[in-house]
């Protein structure tokens, strides 16, 4: 059974950066497309990034596009989002969610129904 953990949360100040770390255990996260969400207080949960298996394709929600890079090391079993130019407005809980999915297509997928695990989340404050 795969198990998701994020890590890398924390507070910072307008302008900042951060990176969170999703590390896999139980099995591999070699096959598995990866994607990270966040759901602010009071607000729906968003889609942020995915990332294909062999890390050739990568999305982005117009939000983040320009600010966040998703990265993943699969010999460390570990997917990465790189959070830069951070706004009150990125305060949320984040969590990486993975879908198995050993294709040679390079696909990746932005929707929380397409996604079997969940990690139970990192929150990320920014406040000055």
């Known amino acids: 059974q795969l198990v998701l953990a994020e890590s890398g949360g924390g507070l910072v100040q307008p302008g900042g950066s951060l990176r969170l770390s999703c590390a896999a255990s139980?099995?591999?996260?070699?096959?598995?497309?990866v994607a990270w969400f966040r759901q602010a207080p009071g607000k729906q949960r968003e889609a942020l990034a995915c990332?294909?298996?062999?890390?050739?394709?990568?999305k982005y929600a117009d939000s983040v596009k320009g600010r966040f890079t998703i990265s993943r090391d699969n010999a460390l079993n570990t997917v990465y989002l790189q959070m830069n130019s951070l706004t009150p407005e990125d305060t949320a809980d984040y969590y990486c969610?993975?879908?198995?999915?050993?294709?040679?297509?390079?696909?990746?997928?932005?929707?929380?129904?397409?996604?079997?695990?969940w990690g139970q989340g990192t929150q990320v404050t920014v406040s000055s």
């Open positions: 969610a993975s879908r198995r999915y050993p294709s040679s297509r390079a696909v990746c997928f932005m929707e929380e129904y397409e996604h079997d695990f």
């Open positions: 990332i294909s298996i062999r890390g050739d394709l990568t």
């Open positions: 139980g099995r591999g996260l070699d096959l598995d497309t």
